[in-house]
Nanobody, 123 residues
Framework: QVQLVESGGGSVQAGGSLRLSCAAS???????VAWFRQAPGKEREGVAC????????HYADAVKGRFTISQDSAKNTVYLHMSDLKPEDTAMYYC?????????????????WGQGTQVTVSS
């Protein structure tokens, strides 16, 4: 098990940027770590994932070219850099981690979750 704490959310105008942080209670270098988001009335969806050992990353089509996931192993922290934000990016953003081998960002596969941080993008 690992405890995850997200931070960095806020309110920005369209076109702006934010950096979300996911601080872990221990190293997540041997885990798959992903960012999910959930808007009111919608299902939770995977946004970006960094796989075990930070060897590969994967992004949802809706955020490719705008979001970047990265890992600072020395700080046990995973970041989500978000740029060119759009109103449709408005959601609660969650960090999640798992040791289960995964090939897709399916929420049920992740057994460690943070409490979430709100991102609101106004037009």
């Amino acid at each position: 098990q690992v405890q995850l704490v997200e931070s960095g959310g806020g309110s920005v105008q369209a076109g702006g940027s934010l950096r979300l942080s996911c601080a872990a209670s221990r190293s997540t270098y041997t885990m798959n770590v992903a960012w999910f988001r959930q808007a009111p009335g919608k299902e939770r969806e995977g946004v970006a994932c960094i796989y075990t050992g930070a060897r590969m990353t994967h992004y949802a089509d809706a955020v490719k070219g705008r979001f970047t996931i990265s890992q600072d192993s020395a700080k046990n922290t995973v970041y989500l850099h978000m740029s060119d934000l759009k109103p449709e990016d408005t959601a609660m953003y969650y960090c999640a981690a798992t040791t289960t081998p995964i090939s897709a960002m399916i929420p049920a596969l992740f057994d460690n979750w943070g409490q979430g941080t709100q991102v609101t993008v106004s037009s």
